[in-house]
């Protein structure tokens, strides 16, 4: 596992160099910028479902900080770099609506460095500090613009996350005082011999607290409808896309699974956490008329089918969890990349305004279309299989009213797309719209990328694939606390 | 200073007193620095001994003589640069074997105590001197010189402010 450290390393050295060099050559820091995203996607093909070790600085674990790889660490690391690929090749034209591209791509390269450190750390406190990178670079990067509205979200958005850090770092005082060590690996050895102790217990509900801001899941979402919608399009494709699934929902079952051990409370807990996001989530969108503030509390309601699905704790839940997390991170970044080339061209987000942009904006309407057809859980799209999963999961764990609960949040949400798409791209063009173009050649290009993306990744439901990419990240989270533990002990 | 300008900074105790403490100030944050390895401090703590010792020229003859002998870009440079050099030492692990090795004294261990005795560590702690000085600067002239300001299109824009360094 020789190449673990450089999905930290490369982003994070071109972060730095980025703002040096970007000075004098004006085109550096789009060029650098989707060649570093280029390269962690390659990258993560290449290792995709390998497992391995890697001990940083040659230090054996658990003296050392480690890097763990398995099927589930491989996944995330491909669905950040997929996705993080579409979007820098967006934000090359989309950007030059602000001033600054050096210091974006800076900010850009120092959250994928700090969301794959999340994803491939095997140290609970190596993990607080990438997930601190990869938060603040966020913080950082919802104010990009600069304007009232968006320092009010990032300011609220800070606070909320400064807030669920220091849950997570009080958490983890409580682990190194129990316990002794920081190993994620050890530790669940530890905890699984000295069984559960009032420490653990008060730890683990801190853990639960923290990752669930990070993840927005109800009722801890406050933040994500100021923060997402008042960032930069492509940034709210980051941030709904990818972060609050790998620093919030990631952090969170690799801690549960491997770490803690998973038990029926955990998974009533993570159930009725999921139930409530996806049930308020969806009631909160349907009457927003801002076109992201909409995708946004979509985000918190997809979240819940995540939770839902992965807290039902059965290999299928799982399966059918993780197939969703990763569905959902293409079609939502792909909503919001579509309302990023309608604000672009429009200047406004708001679809009572908007409207007939279909004869204008050809391409833009035929990916909002597939990235609505994928989050409504239309057939063949991908978000129709998981969420298919999703439901005979909950009737195979004899959970009747989850399976009941998933099928009609899915129907509000195809009448809540209905609404954007009938709103903003269907019906007569108003008279001040008539100039409006189509987006930019690179905006094209990644929004057609991640709509085929969204057609192709039904395909992962056929046993070829699904044995290729989805199931040896089940079996990652099913070998459970042993199963880590030899892992990163295994050499 | 411009004897024709109102006079900036503050009175010229302080300012005497600056002249003659800066240079210890700084002095001492590179010690911590470099002996990071050895007693307490370490990167970190130098780097903010030698921070101050800016926020207190600044503090003394105003934002304008602070910022003409270390401007923002220069900062910003050097805020860069740090943190490339400790990414650097740690690739140059990785290329010799791994991430973050000790790559300079593993294989001759130098005695203890002395400043080359830990190989990696005291050039790691210099880059992060380099950085957290740098940064903590341009945090503190942010914060204490630049405004944001709505220019006529009503895109927020940042400024330096007239009378810099006004207490």
């Given amino acids: 596992m020789n190449r673990l450290p450089l999905f930290v390393a490369v982003p994070l050295f071109l972060a730095f160099l980025i703002p040096v060099l970007g000075r004098k050559w004006k085109t550096l820091p789009d060029i650098l910028g989707n060649l570093a995203t280029f390269f962690l996607l390659l990258l993560s093909l290449s290792i995709l479902g390998i497992s391995g070790v890697y001990a940083v600085g040659g230090w054996p674990p658990p003296l050392g900080i480690v890097m763990v790889s398995d099927g589930l660490t491989t996944l995330m690391l491909l669905i950040v770099a ?75 958005y800070l606070v909320l996350g400064t807030l669920a850090s220091t849950f997570i770092l009080l958490g983890i005082a409580f ?76 952090a969170l079952i690799r801690l549960l699974f491997n770490v803690f051990g998973f038990t029926p409370l955990i998974s009533h807990i993570l159930i009725t956490l999921g139930i409530l996001s996806m049930v308020v989530g969806v009631f909160l969108a349907i009457g927003q008329w801002d076109y992201k503030r909409l995708l946004a509390y979509h985000s918190i309601s997809q979240i819940g089918y995540v939770t839902l699905a992965i807290g039902l704790g059965t290999p299928l839940g799982i399966l059918a969890g993780l197939f969703h997390l990763v569905n959902h991170s293409v079609f939502k970044s792909l909503l919001f990349l579509n309302a990023g080339s309608v604000e672009y061209n429009l200047g406004t987000r708001d679809m009572k305004k908007m409207g007939g942009l279909q004869e204008k904006m050809p391409v833009t309407n035929a990916t909002s279309l597939v990235g609505a057809f994928s989050i409504s859980g239309l057939p063949p799209f991908n978000g129709f299989w998981s969420k298919l999963l999703i439901i005979l ?34 019906g007569k063009l108003k008279e001040e719209w008539k100039d409006v173009k189509e987006a930019p050649q690179t905006m094209r290009i990644a929004m057609v990328m991640l709509a085929v993306c969204c057609v192709l990744m039904g395909l992962l439901i056929l046993p070829g694939p699904r044995n290729a990419v989805l199931t040896p990240a089940v079996n990652a989270l099913l070998a459970g606390r042993e199963g880590y533990f030899n892992l990163t002990f295994s050499r | 200073m411009d004897k024709s300008e109102k006079p900036v900074g503050m009175t010229l105790i302080v300012q005497t007193v600056t002249r003659w403490l800066k240079g210890p100030i700084i002095l001492y944050g590179i010690y ?69 090795r000790n790559f300079i004294q593993m294989a001759n261990p130098a005695p203890p105590f002395r400043i080359f005795s830990a190989g990696t560590i005291l050039l790691s702690n210099v880059a992060i001197g380099l950085k957290v000085g740098a940064s903590l600067f341009m945090i503190f002239i942010i914060l204490a010189v630049i405004r944001v300001v709505e220019d006529k299109d009503g895109k927020m824009k940042m400024i330096q402010k007239k009378q810099g360094g006004d207490n």
């Fill in chain 1, 393 to 426: 999961a909950c009737v195979q764990a004899k959970n009747i009213p989850a399976a009941v609960w998933a099928v009609l949040v899915s129907i509000i949400t195809l009448s809540s797309f209905t609404k954007v798409q009938r709103y903003v791209y269907y």
């Fill in chain 2, 32 to 100: 911590i620095v470099f002996t990071g390895h050895l007693s307490p401090g370490g990167g970190f703590a130098g780097g903010v001994i030698i921070a101050c010792a800016f926020v207190l020229i600044t503090l003394a003859f105003g934002a304008k003589f602070a910022l003409g002998r270390v401007g923002k870009l220069l900062a910003s440079e050097l805020d860069s640069l740090g943190a490339l050099m400790f990414v650097t030492i740690a690739l140059l692990g990785y290329v010799g074997g791994s991430f973050f």
């Fill in chain 1, 175 to 250: 682990m190194y005082g129990t316990y002794g060590t920081l190993n994620l690996a050890h530790l669940a050895r530890l905890i699984s011999e000295n069984g559960s102790t009032a420490a653990t217990k008060c730890a683990l509900g801190l853990f639960f607290v923290g990752f669930s801001l990070k993840a927005a899941l109800v009722p801890f979402h406050a933040w994500l409808p100021d923060a997402h919608p008042s960032a930069p399009a492509p940034i709210s494709a980051m941030l709904s896309g990818l972060l609050i699934k790998s620093i919030g929902i990631y």
């Fill in chain 1, 82 to 156: 997929l996705i993080s690929f579409a979007v820098t090749l967006y934000s090359i034209d989309y950007m030059e609506l602000y001033t600054s591209k050096t210091r974006y791509y800076s900010l850009f390269l120092l959250m994928i460095a700090g969301m794959n450190g999340v994803i491939i750390t095997g140290d609970l406190f190596n993990l607080f500090v990438f997930l601190e990178i990869a938060s603040i670079a966020s913080y950082a990067l919802v104010a990009f613009g600069c304007q009232h509205e968006e320092l009010e979200a990032s300011f609220k």
